[in-house]
Structure formats: structure tokens, C-alpha cells
């Protein structure tokens, strides 16, 4: 059965009981859905949100913004829409290039492990080794972290400077033998700081 929308105007309760029987069980189903059912302990609350992709884009009005999936670059991709636009271009692709890793860490000392300054992300160690006027950071990640299978295909985006009195200037630094499980950065260099930004897979 469907729901329907009752009792009408003369119909009693008796009459409709199957039907408004049939409409909370449909209703059941619905909240069934990726929401903890009633009575639990989390009740109410989203377990997963699924959202199909769309394809239609209506207008969002003023002081009001849209969630959204759609296809974007053939892979279906989470897009928020600002207030007061009309156009489907109109909207921000949040999930395209994820970060999955970032750090800032001092890169001058003796060759061993390099704690990261402050905050960093999804870093399991940096390693110094090397040894003349070449210094190899082996960066490893806490987790493969991509969504699917893990994946070598990400960018990095490095950093390295000096703070110097003499120069306090950017040092050359190279990306290498990227892997599943990290990749290597090499200076030239004593670097004072060094700092990256990891995108997607």
C-alpha cells in the first residue's frame, strides 16, 4: 500500500484503520533510513546522510544555502550552493581534492626523527637522513587515508626556509619516490622550517 493522506472529511477512524496502520509503517521505513531508530539510545540522530545526486538546481533565496550531491568530473562529489543564486554553476565542490596530510617541522639538527611544530595531520613520523649538502625527509602517513583504495596519486605542496640572519631566505626543496605510504622531501640545504600540504587520492 501507499500513503494516504486521511482520514477525509466524513471517514471515520474505524474505517481507515488499515490505512493509518499502513501509513506509520511507511513512516517506520522512512526514519529506519540512516537515522537511529526510536527508543535508542542516539534516537533521532543521522547514522549516515545519502544524498542522490541532482541534477535540477533551484534557486537558493536569501539567508539560505543547499547541500548538495551531483556528477562532477564523472564522480558524484558534495557541493554547497551560497544564497541568492539562480545559475547550477553557481556552487563550491567541497570533496573534489581532499587534504590528507599536512605538517610544519624544524629541519635543521642531526639526522633522526622530526617532530612536526604545532599542528599537523595524518603524520605518523618525519625521518632526517643524508648526509653533504643533500638532507632526505622520509615523511610517513599515520593511514593511508584516500577514500577507496590507497592510492600513490596525490600532490604535495613543500616548503623549506631558513631563518638566518644571513639570508632567512627559501630554500629549494624537491618531492620524491612518492608511495602509498609517504614520500620523501630533499633539500640542499640546513632548513630551519619545512612545511607541506598533501591533496587528494
Not at 92 to 102: D, E, N, Q
Not at 126 to 148: C, D, E, H, M
Amino acid at each position: 500500500m501507499a500513503y494516504v493522506l486521511l482520514p477525509n472529511s466524513g471517514q471515520s477512524l474505524g474505517v481507515t484503520r488499515a490505512q493509518i496502520r499502513e501509513n506509520f509503517n511507511l513512516i517506520q521505513q522512512t526514519f529506519d533510513r540512516n537515522h537511529y531508530d526510536f527508543d535508542a539510545v542516539n534516537q533521532g540522530k543521522h547514522s549516515v546522510i545519502q544524498m542522490p545526486e541532482q541534477t535540477v538546481f533551484p534557486l537558493t533565496p536569501v539567508n539560505e544555502g543547499q547541500l548538495l550531491a551531483r556528477e562532477y568530473n564523472a564522480k558524484t562529489e558534495l557541493a554547497w550552493r551560497p544564497e541568492n543564486t539562480g545559475a547550477a554553476a553557481d556552487q563550491y565542490i567541497l570533496s573534489g581534492m581532499p587534504i590528507r596530510a599536512a605538517a610544519r617541522f624544524d629541519g635543521s639538527g642531526a639526522n633522526g626523527v622530526k617532530v612536526p611544530v604545532g599542528l599537523s595531520f595524518n603524520i605518523l613520523s618525519i625521518t632526517k637522513s643524508g648526509a653533504g649538502n643533500t638532507r632526505i625527509y622520509t615523511v610517513l602517513f599515520s593511514t593511508q587515508f584516500p577514500i577507496g583504495a590507497a592510492s600513490s596519486n596525490y600532490l604535495v605542496i613543500p616548503y623549506a626556509g631558513s631563518i638566518s640572519a644571513s639570508t632567512g631566505d627559501q630554500s629549494a626543496v624537491t618531492v620524491n619516490n612518492l608511495a602509498v605510504t609517504g614520500f620523501d622531501l630533499v633539500t640542499f640545504v640546513s632548513s630551519d622550517f619545512i612545511s607541506f600540504l598533501v591533496l587528494g587520492g
